[in-house]
């Protein structure tokens, strides 16, 4: 928390990764890892002669992207060369675009605890993304892996419009969840297909002009980005306050100290001389295209919410969390079609298994079984095939080992005993066993009831089923 | 009959009259490079015994093609897979290709073996090929002149009978004029019409390959080689595939010719003006409607060309930066030293020049007057010869102002050598076709050029006004070169 009166006003941009198969300007594969330099061809290392020619695939994606967070898709458009020299860009340029990016003005819309908030999106383009440079631990040098060069991205300006930590990591949420949804990227933050350059500034509450700002480039989690969001905030206010100017810089967030640090000084600002790539012709995108793109595009989570709360009932909080993630969305669906118990679902999803995952420290791409297999799960509780208590079991068995519920509760003989004779044959051998209990009962004390089905439950090893226990003993005792 | 002054259609027909082999024709061009390299110098590398292995291997496996076991000359900023590829450069002295450019795939289809990479000015940035880092190369008719440039060591080659035939690149002339200074033909394709990937780039939107060749006809079956919409070059057009022989036709009859005056103002040789002269003359009475016309554009265009071209070299030159491949300096202590000894050693002074002025005119604060206008002017240049193409089939000028001029001569004049190039740029500018042939010698016995432009896409005609030209003046028929010391 920063002090009361100052607020944050946050801006990011956002790379991502697209997950198309081959790379932006070469027919190299995308895939993350491989040993270095394996994934590269005369073009993605700029040998001398070779050309780029532009996969439809990534114009497709951003054209997605755009219309998946309300942007206008740009009908002309084009590549630019972004020239500056680096080891790990082999062109000495980025194709990227500048002054016509495919997609403009659009918006998505955050939950805060005021309520729903819109985050505005300058624009979306598309560029490639860059080598990587691997630090020899002797000093011995430095090693250029092109890998990654070429690999496509988006970019997504957002407009300064956040103003907590907490905003900035709900909106890169948000653009994580739709960015799953329409299935243009796997969005691993930990492989870096999903990073977010930040700008930070401060300002007096009721200034309407813009502090100085930072730029905390390649944040890759959630956690550092509102740590550093939070640190950098509380370090230009302690500069403001004593009298000191913010420096317009580029900073690099350590996790491990928890600090930013200068990465590059004013005397170096760059001038990357933009100009249109000779090399690449004008990409010019028709109403039908893009009408095409729009069509097939996924079930979008402002959608899926509303079709949670209005046709099953599920509170805003329950279809919030359903729809955080296509993951939880999609198995949601399926679950839901298999059991037809939609508020089941939501709390299984919401309670026990986030609980895994946050023990895990995992996100919800990683829940290992399927909707269908949670629905069954649901079902056979619902049967009073199972207890809920041994439903939970089941659950661990899922992450542990998916396969179907039933096959699991058949193999570890968890089936709920309701046969009423085996039920009635337990119910006497207890009371016989507690004549204390039976006397106490039947002197009022209606707590004597639950211990009498506690010890039915330890004596069936929990598989008995509670109704039909309470049941029968009421009955007996009434005898 | 000596094999190396024969025309490559004269080689075809030997060759399928199997009055000759493959390995004939690559051992007299050995021959004759061994005797006549070491005054022209048109080779950076010679490759004839990898050729005379090809050769034999043609020979004993039987031709599959009309152009099987012909040889060729390669400029050397044309990628051939396992041969260097120099540029003329020291940055590039020591860098053997990985890849074949997608000329070369479409040569070694047809069987066609390359004798070697010719000698240019470094990364084809100039006009006399006084600019390649390893050796000045000669023209043959005067061996104390320049061959022109840059594809002066091919023009030279084709010239001095080194090889039967060669592809350059032109840029801004860079084909045409060391065809005009050396007395053969030279053709700078439309824009578009060859695939470039492969070719080093010098200025993206500028550059094409295209052919140098003893005559009209060779021309013509040279384009047909390695003309074709190619899906590695974005910017190659796909159009209907020609076959651009069948335009050879000694018919001008009704064919519309322009002379722009301006191009025969001051600073043009008198006796190059009168060679155009005569060639309007020669048309006309071959049945051409012949007719003085405006073109008003060459100061611009020149503009225009040095601001554009080096501009896209700056950025395209960038990848030299001694990380991965090409010459590293041996000193350095961090990143920013590498970059700047590796590109200060490892680039020559003109090449230099040229990535300043266009980082110059790309920086932020100038793009707006200088490359954004440049791109204006561009497209008013290329509107101005539209509207003498609504009225004319061809446009007939000089290809330079001057013939070859001697070695030395103008190096020292940056200005000067650039103003060489005023008629030849603003073809690059419209994108538009243009082919040199020889008309005549001047009184010194150096070639005279002239220089036919088209309309886009429309070589056909160009190439029908060249083969009449070339049919009525025999040009090659009468004069050799004298390899005059």
Redesign the interface.
């Known amino acids: 928390m920063i002090r009361d009166d100052y607020e944050m006003v946050i801006g990011l941009e956002v790379h991502c990764e697209l997950s198309t198969k081959t790379k932006i300007f070469c027919s190299c594969p995308t895939e993350f890892g491989g040993e270095p330099n394996t994934h590269c061809c005369?073009v993605c290392?700029?040998?001398?002669?070779?050309?780029?020619?532009?996969n439809e695939k990534v114009v497709e994606y951003a054209v997605k992207a755009g219309l998946a967070t309300n942007c206008s898709i740009s009908q002309n458009s084009k590549n630019d060369?972004k020239?500056y020299?680096y080891?790990d860009l082999?062109?000495?340029?980025q194709i990227s675009q500048y002054d016509k990016p495919l997609c403009n003005h659009g918006h998505v819309s955050i939950e805060t605890p005021e309520g729903e908030k819109d985050i505005r999106i300058l624009r979306i383009h598309i560029e490639e993304d860059a080598g990587k440079l691997n630090h020899d631990e002797y000093g011995r040098g430095s090693f250029?892996d092109l890998n990654r060069a070429g690999v496509p991205l988006i970019e997504i300006v957002s407009e300064p419009d956040m103003r907590s930590a907490e905003e900035a990591e709900s909106y890169m949420r948000k653009l994580k969840s739709i960015l799953e949804y329409i299935e243009v990227s796997d969005c691993k933050m930990q492989e870096g297909s999903l990073r977010a350059d930040v700008n930070v500034s401060v300002r007096k509450k009721g200034s309407t002009e813009f502090g100085t700002r930072t730029e905390m480039k390649n944040m890759n989690s959630f956690r550092s980005i509102v740590r550093g969001i939070n640190y950098e905030a509380e370090r230009q206010i302690e500069l403001i306050e004593n009298g000191e100017a913010v420096t317009q810089e580029t900073l690099r967030w350590d996790d491990i100290s928890g600090r930013t640090f200068s990465m590059r000084d004013k005397e170096d600002a760059q001038?990357y001389?933009?100009?249109p790539d000779?090399?690449?012709?004008a990409i010019k995108l028709s109403d039908e295209y893009i009408e095409n793109i729009k069509k097939a595009l996924p079930e979008l989570p402002e959608s899926r919410k509303k079709r949670y709360m209005e046709e099953m009932d599920l509170s805003e909080k329950a279809a919030n969390f359903v729809t955080s993630s296509k993951y939880y969305s999609n198995i949601f669906d399926e679950a839901t079609e298999k059991c037809n118990n939609p508020k089941a679902v939501s709390n299984w999803l919401m309670s026990d298994i986030a609980k895994v995952l946050n023990e895990r420290e995992e996100e919800a791409d990683k829940i290992p079984f399927s909707g269908k297999e949670l629905g069954e799960l649901i079902e056979l509780i619902d049967k009073g095939t199972i207890s809920n208590s041994i439903g939970k079991k089941v659950l661990n068995e899922l992450f542990e080992n998916p396969k179907a519920p039933s096959k699991i509760i058949e193999e570890k003989g968890w089936v709920q005993i309701s046969d009423e004779g085996a039920i009635k044959e337990v119910v006497i051998k207890v009371l016989e066993n507690n004549p204390q209990s039976v006397a106490d009962y039947k002197a009022g004390k209606d707590k004597a009831l639950g211990f009498l089905v506690g010890q039915a439950m330890k004596e069936t090893r929990g598989k008995a089923n509670p109704q039909m226990l309470n049941k029968m003993f009421i009955e007996e005792l009434k005898k | 009959m000596n094999i190396t002054d024969l025309t490559v259609h004269e080689l075809i027909d030997l060759l399928d009259k199997k009055e000759i082999t493959s390995q004939e024709i690559v051992k007299a061009y050995a021959d004759r490079i061994d005797e006549k390299e070491k005054d022209v110098q048109a080779f950076v590398t010679v490759t004839t015994d990898d050729a005379s292995k090809m050769a034999e291997k043609i020979d004993s496996e039987g031709r599959n093609g009309k152009f099987s076991g012909i040889p060729i000359g390669i400029k050397d900023n044309i990628n051939i897979d396992g041969v260097k590829t120099t540029c003329s450069s020291r940055m590039l002295e020591n860098f053997v290709s990985p890849y074949n450019a997608t000329v070369i795939d479409k040569l070694h289809a047809e069987g066609l073996i390359s004798l070697g990479k010719l000698n240019m000015d470094e990364f084809a940035m100039g006009g006399s090929t006084e600019h390649s880092y390893f050796h000045n190369t000669c023209n043959p008719w005067d061996l104390n002149k320049v061959p022109g440039g840059s594809s002066g060591g091919s023009a030279a080659a084709v010239a001095a009978n080194l090889v039967p035939w060669a592809l350059g690149s032109d840029t801004g002339g860079s084909i045409r004029q060391p065809a005009s200074f050396c007395g053969i033909v030279g053709l700078k394709p439309t824009y578009g019409l060859v695939s470039r990937y492969g070719l080093v780039a010098f200025a993206s939107s500028l550059d094409q390959i295209g052919p140098l060749t003893k005559d009209v006809t060779d021309s013509a079956m040279l384009l047909n080689l390695i003309a074709g919409y190619d899906e590695k070059d974005s910017t190659s057009v796909n159009i209907e595939k020609k076959d651009y022989t069948k335009a050879l036709v000694k018919d001008v009859k009704g064919l519309k010719i322009a002379v722009p005056k301006e191009f025969l103002a001051e600073g043009v040789n008198e006796e190059v003006k009168n060679a155009i002269l005569e060639a309007a003359e020669t048309y006309k009475k071959l049945g051409a409607t012949v007719e003085e016309c405006s073109l008003d554009i060459g100061k611009e265009a020149l503009a225009v060309y040095y601001i554009i071209a080096c501009a896209e070299a700056s950025s395209n030159l960038g990848r030299f930066d001694g990380i991965r491949y090409g010459y590293r300096a041996e000193n350095f202590d961090n990143l920013r030293e590498i970059y700047i000894n590796s590109r200060t050693e490892g680039f020559g002074p003109e090449v230099k020049r040229r990535i300043i002025l266009g980082t110059y005119v790309l920086s932020s604060g100038y793009y707006d007057a200088y490359y954004k206008k440049a791109q204006k002017v561009r497209t008013v240049i290329r509107d101005e010869y539209q509207r003498l193409f609504e009225k004319y089939d061809i446009i007939l000028t000089p290809t330079s102002p001057t013939v070859a001029f001697g070695i030395g001569e103008k190096s020292n004049n940056p200005l000067e050598m650039y103003l060489a190039d005023i008629c030849t740029v603003p073809v690059n500018i419209a994108g538009v076709p243009g082919i040199s042939i020889p008309a005549k010698l001047d009184s010194n016995g150096m070639p005279i050029g002239i220089q036919l432009i088209g309309k886009h896409f429309d070589e056909e005609t160009l190439f029908r006004a060249a083969f009449t030209f070339e049919q009525e003046v025999k040009f090659r028929a009468n004069n050799k070169p004298e390899f005059k010391k």
Do not use: C, H, I, S
């Open positions: 005369p290392m700029a040998m001398p002669g070779t050309l780029p020619v532009l060369r020239n020299f080891p082999p062109k000495a340029y250029v001038d001389r933009y100009f000779p090399d690449l012709v």
